[in-house]
């Protein structure tokens, strides 16, 4: 059996989760990640189902998980607050095409959302999710040294 930090292309460091309950979405983004991202020792998981993505996450730590916010049958910040009660340290970024400022103020409040993420995706979408990896190692590090 291999271990699951470790791929065919090296050590992972952090894995980034994905949940939209669009299957074109989910495959385009999780692709464009991979790609942006390929030698920054991370892995890629996608899901279309949010319970499916909750209970694979009540086993495998993620450092960032990017969430829609419109999805069935759980939406984005349910997912997300369920996501935060398994994984308190898991970075959490909420994508949607709804510009509303009262759906970015209620996933941040209800959530705890890093940053949200506008579709269509900005071109430098790599780039939040560095920062968004940055902002777990931090996290991880005050965790340490308090504890």
Not at 36 to 50: G, I, M, N, R, S
Not at 51 to 56: D, S, T
Request: contains cysteine; proline residues 6%; charged residues 30%.
């Amino acid at each position: 059996m291999s271990d699951p930090m470790t791929e065919a292309t090296g050590p992972v460091t952090h894995r980034i989760l994905i949940v939209d309950d669009e299957p074109f979405v989910v495959r385009a983004l999780a692709t464009l990640l991979e790609t942006q991202l390929k030698h920054d020792a991370v892995k890629v998981e996608a899901f279309t189902d949010p319970k499916a993505a909750l209970a694979r996450a009540a086993h495998i730590r993620y450092a960032v998980a990017i969430s829609d916010y419109r999805m069935r049958p759980v939406d984005g910040i349910e997912f997300l607050k369920r996501l935060r009660q398994l994984q308190p340290g898991c970075v959490r970024l909420m994508q949607s095409a709804t510009h509303e400022m009262a759906t970015v103020v209620k996933a941040v409040n209800d959530a705890g959302v890093y940053k949200y993420i506008p579709k269509p995706w900005p071109r430098d979408v790599a780039t939040l999710i560095r920062d968004a990896i940055e902002r777990h190692d931090e996290q991880a590090e005050e965790q340490r040294l308090a504890d």
